[in-house]
Each structure stands twice: as C-alpha cells, then as structure tokens.
C-alpha cells in the first residue's frame, strides 16, 4: 500500500538542470519529513536534501547547497528537487525517504557530455 515512486532521472550535460519529483500514496504525507538520498556506484547511500512536514526547515548535503532545491506539494503528495549546475559527482541513483520509514526505488541521473 505505502509507494515512494520517483521520476525526473535522465542524462544531463554538465552545467545543466533536472526536476526530480516523488509521488508518495498509502501514508500520511502532509505530517510527514520528506528526504532525498543518492547512492553512487561503490559508495555509501548519502543525505542529500529534507523537508519538514510545512515546509519551514529544510536541510541540505554541504555537497549541494546553493545548487539544488527541495520542495513539497502536500495537496499532491509530491516532494520535489530541483537540481541545478550539475557535474559529474552527481551522478548516482536519487532516492525518496520518508520519515515514516519508507524508501523509494530510486532514479536515476547521470551527468556526462
């Protein structure tokens, strides 16, 4: 019942912009902190971004500050990051987490000429 489903992943240039967005269903999203992790090839999974229930903390990796931006539509059970400037480091599988538990599958982005 409870789905983390992300989309927006795909190949950038460097330099360039995605939108990640998280489709959450079978949990209470709007009372809920919202997280973005990524997991490169033979490292660690790592915190990239969180968002408080309303919106009024948000949290970033030192990584990506500056860069990319977390948001969320609690009407649409969305959470969003928008990345910008992106390079080669970024690459990795994006993953939304909620602070109930659960994980998404992950997307995805890969930053290459």
């Known amino acids: 019942q409870v789905q983390l489903v992300e989309s927006g992943g795909g190949l950038v240039q460097p330099g360039g912009s995605l939108r990640l967005s998280c489709a959450a269903s079978?949990?209470?999203?709007?009372?809920?902190?919202m997280s973005w992790y990524r997991q490169a090839p033979g490292k660690e999974r790592e915190f990239v971004a969180g968002m408080s229930s309303t919106g009024s903390i948000t949290d970033y990796a030192d990584s990506v500050k500056g860069r990319f931006t977390i948001s969320r539509d609690n009407a649409m059970k969305r959470v969003y990051l928008q990345m910008n400037s992106l390079n080669a480091e970024d690459t990795a599988v994006y993953i939304c987490?909620?602070?109930?538990?659960?994980w998404g599958q992950g997307t995805q982005v890969t930053v290459s000429s």
């Open positions: 987490y909620s602070s109930r538990g659960y």
């Open positions: 079978g949990f209470t999203f709007s009372t809920s902190t």
